[in-house]
């Protein structure tokens, strides 16, 4: 699914031969999808840093030794989630189960500002605000999917312990669920999401 | 998105998907130094050793449980037949690291360096049960590097403290 540039399979041999530059640039490539799995499970700045960079040297002590490149975003993102697990453990959080589905009430109503030149970044902004609302099992999902360099479905499936089966009708059911929050923010949304909440 | 190992979405799931990856990665894209530690963690990378992986983690394996975060975590380290087994106990803001090396080394010698991002941070001889122990140690990223007679030096896998 890469869009430009070398292929995960050359990069990774480089930079096992020691090519720093193509180390970069699979770092470059990488570095926001796994920011993104360590913010949904809604890591502080610094812990999601952590994060990152445990899994960016886990990946370089094992260069040379992953077995098939096409499966190397859902490796970077189990290991990123392994990672987030063993800080919230160690926060003492429960991680496991659960889906905290009571969160998907709250709401934040601030209105919108009135500028207009300012619309699409607070429409923009309104739709994080109720993004944000969603159980954090639909936020951890979507966080994945919205990525650029998304892996593979049965990659995600193992990356965030989920059947691959229940990865559509999740996806749907919080996609759903994020334009009711969005139909209740009593904002002006988009003609696509306004036509699907009805 | 359109590759084979996805499940089929409609146009309207797909637009917002789309939309809120361009809010993401404009409110909340990854800091640039976070990129950076990624790039610079390829000069920490160590070709003369082997690397003993980390096989077991008590944090892990009590994940899930409240309150079991409290006290001593366990973590195991294998390469080959070698293993590493640490413990790591909280004393006030630091950690009392201590660890052995199995199968001990017959001539009862043995150094273990504790390395940090930026470099060593310690280091400890093996007594004859091929014991160590690093007092008063940051929590943070480290990894332990250990150097036996006769045998290719062993590096574990990072953990953070």
């Known amino acids: 699914m890469s869009k430009t540039g070398s292929s995960v399979a050359d990069l990774l041999a480089r930079a096992d031969a020691g090519d720093q530059d193509a180390w970069n640039a699979l770092v470059d490539r990488y570095t926001n999808l796994l920011w993104s799995v360590a913010r949904a499970h809604r890591l502080s700045d610094a812990n999601a840093g952590d994060v990152v960079q445990t899994t960016w040297l886990r990946l370089v002590e094992n260069l040379g030794r992953i077995q098939d490149p096409e499966r190397l975003p859902g490796w970077l993102v189990t290991t990123t989630r392994r990672e987030c697990l063993r800080i919230l453990s160690r926060a003492g959080r429960e991680v496991l189960g659960g889906t905290d589905d009571a969160a998907l009430d709250v709401v934040d109503e601030r209105a919108p500002g009135l500028d207009t030149r300012l619309l699409t970044q607070e429409r923009d902004a309104a739709l994080w605000r109720c993004f944000e609302a969603l159980s954090e099992r639909c936020q951890r999902l979507l966080r994945v999917l919205m990525a650029a360099e998304a892996p593979a479905y049965a990659e995600v499936s193992a990356a965030l312990g989920m059947p691959i089966g229940s990865i559509g009708p999740t996806r749907m059911r919080c996609l759903d669920r994020l334009r009711q929050l969005t139909a209740g923010a009593d904002f002006a949304f988009g003609p696509e999401i306004e036509g699907s909440a009805r | ?161």
């Open chain 2, 1 to 161: 998105m359109n590759s084979p190992n996805s499940i089929p979405i409609s146009p309207a799931d797909q637009s917002l998907l789309e939309d809120l990856g361009q809010i993401a990665a404009e409110l909340d894209p990854a800091p640039p130094l976070v990129t950076e530690l990624g790039r610079t963690a390829f000069l920490m990378r160590r070709v003369d050793a082997e690397l003993a992986q980390l096989v077991a983690d008590s944090l892990l394996e009590t994940a899930g449980v409240r309150s079991a975060h409290s006290g001593t975590r366990l973590l195991s380290f294998e390469a080959g037949d070698l293993c590493v087994e640490v413990q790591v106990s909280p004393v006030g803001d630091q950690l009392l690291v201590l660890g052995q090396v199995a199968p001990s080394p017959s001539k009862g010698e043995g150094v273990v360096r504790l390395e940090g991002t930026g470099g060593a941070l310690d280091r400890a001889e093996l007594d004859d049960l091929g014991s160590f122990r690093f007092d008063a140690v940051r929590p943070g990223l480290a990894r332990l590097h250990v150097t036996l007679p006769d045998a290719q030096p062993v590096t574990t896998s990072w953990v953070t403290l």
